[in-house]
């Protein structure tokens, strides 16, 4: 819809522009009452951006608007300044758009990027939208933050990919967010023409994916430090203990030493045992509603999800964990912080302790939903049972099981075709360089 003039005159000053309300209809314009031309854009998005209207050649010229900046960004003080620049440019004759291309090049990264996020904070779930604002902030915006859209070329990325090479998992996640941002800026015009995205020609790092798995051992001796920090507690593992606090606050500070046994909420000690016995991702767990506890169908049916609604299949085991769980009254959170109306935040300090005490320090909360999948591999479950049971919705994401499936098809295959050879009176023997010699029954 084009944009609606409005021809109110105000003094445009950043409270009066942050007052101004977006119309779902269309855009429209606020003027300044101070500076003739100078006004503001209001977009439906709620993004605001300063313009000059102005005519070349008296009042006989073509009128024409040339953008100054985003709010927020640019400053209503900045955008009078550059309007007033402009307009002793214009009093020369000289048409501030014959070097629209040229111009464009000075949007700098950082000033396009908040346009962006914003945009993204509308479309995504709000812990993606974290994430997106994480990689730009500790990541993108320090490297490039300062330089002119068009002045990041793919030797730019390149060698901010290469800076992060010693964890490549999160150096290409920095490079897709980029390349996602400058696709963004290309359907928007922020690119001069024939600039393209600068991240293609940059090939991501390779990625091991090596899920880990929790040996037979490994589950026993996590139940065994998840029931002692159910009971006496755990001590902190020593990278995270602090020093008894001394001095004149030291009253006011929590002292924890290493060795010293540490109570564990038993909210999070039931947390981690639901992980393990039903492969739910730690954000699902930690959200988990009592409303979406189906005991009757031993089912979770949870709202949302990484993947959105979905049903979560449980064992009688899961079910048990649900119900020994301690229950505030009213409590809106299975896994509830407080009076119930808030989800625990983390159970990183338990889960901590807890890797310490059965000594799997490289385990990650995450590997309980691989050690969940891979007991469903051992038992001979199909790749498509499996990625059910885990919500996946894209087959590939399941095949990082598929060696565990094949391993337990050679194991049955191998039984069974040893007690068929039997039946044939075929004798099978295994050398010491692991060779298998076939004998067949002498001729009669």
Same mark, same amino acid.
């Given at each position: 819809?084009?944009?609606?003039?409005?021809?109110?005159?105000?003094?445009?000053?950043?409270?009066?522009?942050?007052?101004?309300?977006?119309?779902?209809?269309?855009?429209?314009?606020?003027?300044?009452?101070?500076?003739?031309?100078?006004?503001?854009?209001?977009?439906?998005?709620?993004?605001?951006?300063?313009?000059?209207?102005?005519?070349?050649?008296?009042?006989?010229?073509?009128?024409?608007?040339?953008?100054?900046?985003?709010?927020?960004?640019?400053?209503?003080?900045?955008?009078?300044?550059?309007?007033?620049?402009?307009?002793?440019?214009?009093?020369?004759?000289?048409?501030?758009?014959?070097?629209?291309?040229?111009?464009?090049?000075?949007?700098?990264?950082?000033?396009?990027?908040?346009?962006?996020?914003?945009?993204?904070?509308?479309?995504?779930?709000?812990?993606?939208?974290?994430?997106?604002?994480?990689?730009?902030?500790?990541?993108?915006?320090?490297?490039?933050?300062?330089?002119?859209?068009?002045?990041?070329?793919?030797?730019?990325?390149?060698?901010?990919?290469?800076?992060?090479?010693?964890?490549?998992?999160?150096?290409?996640?920095?490079?897709?967010?980029?390349?996602?941002?400058?696709?963004?800026?290309?359907?928007?015009?922020?690119?001069?023409?024939?600039?393209?995205?600068?991240?293609?020609?940059?090939?991501?790092?390779?990625?091991?994916?090596?899920?880990?798995?929790?040996?037979?051992?490994?589950?026993?001796?996590?139940?065994?430090?998840?029931?002692?920090?159910?009971?006496?507690?755990?001590?902190?593992?020593?990278?995270?203990?602090?020093?008894?606090?001394?001095?004149?606050?030291?009253?006011?500070?929590?002292?924890?030493?290493?060795?010293?046994?540490?109570?564990?909420?038993?909210?999070?000690?039931?947390?981690?045992? @639901?992980?393990?016995?039903?492969?739910?991702?730690?954000?699902?767990?930690?959200?988990?509603?009592?409303?979406?506890?189906?005991?009757?169908?031993?089912?979770?049916?949870?709202?949302?999800?990484?993947?959105?609604?979905?049903?979560?299949?449980?064992?009688?085991?899961?079910?048990?964990?649900?119900?020994?769980?301690?229950?505030?009254?009213?409590?809106?959170?299975?896994?509830?912080?407080?009076?119930?109306?808030?989800?625990?935040?983390?159970?990183?300090?338990?889960?901590?302790?807890?890797?310490?005490?059965?000594?799997?320090?490289?385990?990650?909360?995450?590997?309980?939903?691989?050690?969940?999948?891979?007991?469903?591999?051992?038992?001979?479950?199909?790749? @498509?049972?499996?990625?059910? @049971?885990?919500?996946?919705?894209?087959?590939?994401?399941?095949?990082?099981?598929?060696?565990?499936?094949?391993?337990?098809?050679?194991?049955?295959?191998?039984?069974?075709?040893?007690?068929?050879?039997?039946?044939?009176?075929?004798?099978?023997?295994?050398?010491?360089?692991?060779?298998?010699?076939?004998?067949?029954?002498?001729?009669?």
């Amino acid at each position: 819809m084009s944009a609606v003039q409005n021809n109110s005159g105000t003094h445009l000053t950043k409270r009066s522009v942050d007052a101004l309300r977006p119309d779902p209809e269309g855009d429209f314009f606020a003027w300044d009452d101070e500076l003739p031309g100078f006004g503001c854009r209001v977009y439906p998005s709620g993004l605001k951006v300063y313009v000059l209207k102005y005519r070349l050649g008296g009042r006989a010229g073509k009128q024409r608007r040339r953008k100054l900046g985003s709010h927020g960004v640019v400053t209503p003080e900045e955008g009078r300044r550059q309007a007033k620049a402009l307009l002793g440019v214009v009093a020369q004759r000289v048409d501030p758009h014959a070097a629209t291309d040229r111009e464009r090049t000075v949007m700098r990264v950082s000033e396009a990027v908040e346009n962006y996020l914003r945009q993204q904070d509308v479309k995504l779930k709000l812990r993606t939208a974290k994430e997106y604002r994480r990689l730009f902030r500790q990541y993108i915006l320090p490297a490039l933050g300062t330089k002119p859209l068009t002045d990041v070329t793919p030797a730019v990325v390149s060698r901010l990919h290469e800076k992060l090479s010693k964890a490549p998992v999160q150096a290409n996640r920095v490079l897709t967010r980029l390349s996602g941002f400058f696709t963004w800026c290309g359907d928007r015009g922020l690119l001069v023409r024939g600039v393209t995205n600068p991240c293609t020609s940059v090939p991501h790092f390779r990625e091991e994916r090596q899920p880990r798995f929790l040996t037979t051992a490994e589950a026993v001796r996590l139940g065994a430090a998840l029931t002692k920090a159910a009971t006496v507690g755990l001590p902190q593992p020593p990278r995270r203990s602090k020093p008894v606090a001394t001095g004149p606050t030291a009253k006011h500070r929590a002292k924890r030493t290493a060795g010293v046994p540490v109570p564990a909420n038993s909210l999070a000690v039931g947390a981690i045992r @639901l992980a393990l016995l039903t492969g739910m991702r730690r954000g699902e767990v930690l959200n988990l509603r009592w409303s979406e506890v189906d005991s009757e169908r031993t089912q979770l049916r949870l709202a949302d999800s990484k993947t959105g609604a979905k049903v979560v299949q449980i064992g009688a085991p899961a079910l048990l964990v649900l119900r020994s769980l301690p229950r505030v009254k009213d409590a809106i959170y299975v896994f509830s912080s407080g009076d119930g109306k808030q989800p625990l935040e983390s159970v990183r300090r338990v889960w901590d302790a807890v890797r310490f005490e059965a000594k799997i320090e490289d385990v990650r909360f995450h590997d309980l939903r691989h050690s969940f999948a891979s007991s469903l591999a051992e038992q001979g479950e199909s790749l @498509l049972l499996i990625g059910s @049971l885990l919500g996946h919705k894209d087959a590939s994401t399941t095949q990082r099981y598929a060696h565990l499936v094949d391993d337990r098809r050679k194991a049955a295959a191998d039984t069974t075709s040893g007690r068929l050879a039997e039946a044939l009176g075929l004798a099978v023997h295994e050398k010491e360089n692991q060779a298998v010699v076939l004998q067949f029954p002498a001729r009669a």
